[in-house]
C-alpha cells in the first residue's frame, strides 16, 4: 500500500475524532502479519483513544481468511462465559430481544436462542451465520427503525468499525430505555499493551481501526449517550494468548504461528517454527495464568468489557 508519512497529512486529521484532542504517533510500523503491510498507532493526549493509521481504502483484503475458527478449541467456553455475562447485567426474567453486532459465525446468537432470547445479528460477510438459520444482516442501518431491543453485543467488534460514534448512535435509537448494551474490545493501557508494545497480538492493524482504553471508552459512551454500569477487565481466553502469542512474537521471525495453528490454520513458516512455538506456549502457558489474574485483579487486564445503559435509565449496579 502507498506509504503515507504523519508529517504530510492535513491538521485537521491530527485532531482526535472523539474529543479533538491532539494525536501523536505511539508507535511506529506495525506490521500485519498476513498482508506484512505496516501501520502507526497514535493516541489522543486527551482522552486516550488510539487509531490506526491509515486505514486502508478498501479493507476487504485484510480479512482474507479471518473469519471462521478464531476461538479454536475454546469457542465453546466463550460463548458459555458471554452467555453468563448477558444474564448478569440484563437479569431478565423472561429474555426478549437481543442484537449482536459483528456476531462472526453466529455461535454466540445460537446459544442466546437456545436460552430463550429473539435473536438478530450483523456480519459483514453473513453467509455461515446464514447458514445456520440466523437472521443477519450486513450493517445495522438495514435493521428497520421499529426494531428495538432489549440487549446489544459487541463482542470484540467495536474496534473494527470505521464510524465507532455513528454505530453507537444508531444502537442507542435501537436499545429500550432499561436495554443494556454490552462491549468487548482490547485494553490499550493493559499490561500486555504497554510490555509488548508493536509486538502486541491484540493490536491486529489495520482489522482494528480504533485502540480503546477505560478513559477513551467512557468518553465514547458518554458522546453517545450511555452510562458505564459495570466493568470487567478480562477474558481470559483473549488474555491468556496475548501473553503466549505476543512473547512468540517477540523473538520467532514469523508471527502468529501458535494461533494459527489453535485455529487449525497452516502457518507460512518451516517446522522448526512450528515446534518451538508448540513447546514454547505449552510452557509459557504456565507463566501466563498467573499473569492473567494479575492483570485482572489491578484492572490492567487485555480485555475490557464494559455494561452500559442508555443514560436516561439507572440502576443500583455498582462498577
Not at 32 to 58: E, I, Q
Not at 121 to 145: K, M, S
Request: glycine share 8%; hydrophobic share 35%.
Amino acid at each position: 500500500m502507498e506509504d503515507l508519512s504523519w508529517q504530510d497529512v492535513d491538521s485537521s486529521v491530527k485532531r482526535c475524532p472523539l474529543c479533538a484532542g491532539k494525536l501523536y504517533v505511539r508507535l511506529r510500523k506495525v506490521e500485519d502479519p498476513s498482508s506484512r503491510d505496516s501501520f502507526d498507532v497514535l493516541r489522543c493526549d486527551s482522552c486516550g483513544l488510539g487509531k490506526t493509521f491509515p486505514v486502508p481504502s478498501d479493507l476487504a483484503p485484510y480479512y482474507e481468511n479471518y473469519h471462521g475458527g478464531r476461538h479454536g478449541a475454546t469457542a465453546q467456553r466463550c460463548v458459555k462465559r458471554r452467555i453468563s455475562i448477558v444474564g448478569d447485567t440484563t437479569r431478565a426474567q423472561t429474555p426478549g430481544m437481543m442484537l449482536d453486532i459483528g456476531c462472526g459465525d453466529g455461535s454466540f446468537l445460537l446459544a442466546a436462542r437456545k436460552c430463550g432470547w429473539r435473536v438478530q445479528g450483523t456480519e459483514f460477510n453473513p453467509y455461515a451465520a446464514r447458514q445456520r438459520g440466523l437472521d443477519v444482516v450486513t450493517d445495522i442501518c438495514e435493521i428497520p427503525d421499529t426494531s428495538v431491543f432489549d440487549c446489544i453485543t459487541l463482542w470484540h467488534s467495536l474496534e473494527h468499525l470505521r464510524d465507532p460514534l455513528s454505530t453507537l448512535r444508531s444502537i442507542r435509537s435501537h436499545l429500550f430505555p432499561t436495554g443494556v448494551l454490552l462491549i468487548a474490545v482490547p485494553d490499550i493501557d493493559g499490561i500486555q499493551a504497554k510490555l509488548f508494545a508493536r509486538k502486541w497480538y491484540h493490536l491486529d492493524v489495520p482489522r482494528h481501526l480504533y485502540h480503546y482504553s477505560k478513559t477513551s471508552l467512557s468518553a465514547l459512551l458518554q458522546a453517545t449517550g450511555f452510562c458505564p454500569v459495570q466493568w470487567r477487565h478480562q477474558e481470559f481466553e483473549y488474555d491468556l494468548i496475548g501473553w503466549l502469542q505476543s512473547a512468540l512474537n517477540c523473538f520467532l521471525p514469523t508471527p502468529n504461528v501458535l494461533i494459527n495453528m489453535l485455529m487449525g490454520r497452516s502457518p507460512r513458516c518451516g517446522a522448526a517454527e512450528k515446534v518451538t512455538s508448540c513447546i514454547s506456549g505449552a510452557v509459557l502457558t504456565g507463566l501466563a495464568v498467573p499473569l492473567v489474574a494479575m492483570g485482572s485483579l489491578i484492572n490492567r487486564g487485555a480485555t475490557l468489557i464494559v455494561a452500559a445503559h442508555p443514560c436516561d435509565f439507572q440502576r443500583d449496579d455498582k462498577e
